[in-house]
């Protein structure tokens, strides 16, 4: 079981930055795919970025790539995502999540149904 809690949304202004954070409970997280997702009004949930818990492989949307990084400090349980160049079309409800499984293709890791547990989410409104 993993409990996830993320931080770091607001508002800012276009070409701004934002760094979230997700707080994960669980002696296992080191064992944890983890993932960014996120979802804006009146669209399903769509994957940002994922990195593997065994190979540390990050994985990003094509709309975020050189704009966002994933990394994660498995000593302190703590997952980011670094936000940097935001757009208007970033502005989103944004998930962290977990899956116990090694998702061995990017299908798999940036997949909605791969990952089991879920944080209540992080709004991030960018300006124009």
């Known amino acids: 079981q993993v409990l996830l809690v993320e931080s770091g949304g607001g508002l800012v202004q276009a070409g701004g930055s934002l760094r979230l954070s997700c707080a994960a409970s669980?002696?296992?997280?080191?064992?944890?795919?983890m993932g960014w997702f996120r979802q804006a009004p009146g669209k399903e949930r769509e994957s940002v970025a994922e990195?593997?818990?065994?190979?540390?492989?990050?994985y990003y949307a094509d709309v975020v790539k050189g704009r966002f990084t994933i990394s994660r400090d498995n000593a302190k349980n703590m997952v980011y995502l670094q936000m940097n160049s935001l757009k208007p079309e970033d502005t989103a409800v944004y998930y962290c999540?977990?899956?116990?499984?090694?998702?061995?293709?990017?299908?798999?890791?940036?997949?909605?149904?791969?990952?089991?547990?879920w944080g209540q989410g992080t709004q991030v409104t960018v300006s124009s």
């Open positions: 990195i593997d818990w065994l190979t540390s492989r990050t």
């Open positions: 669980g002696r296992t997280f080191s064992r944890y795919t």
């Open positions: 999540a977990a899956s116990p499984r090694v998702l061995t293709s990017e299908v798999a890791a940036m997949r909605v149904n791969s990952y089991d547990y």
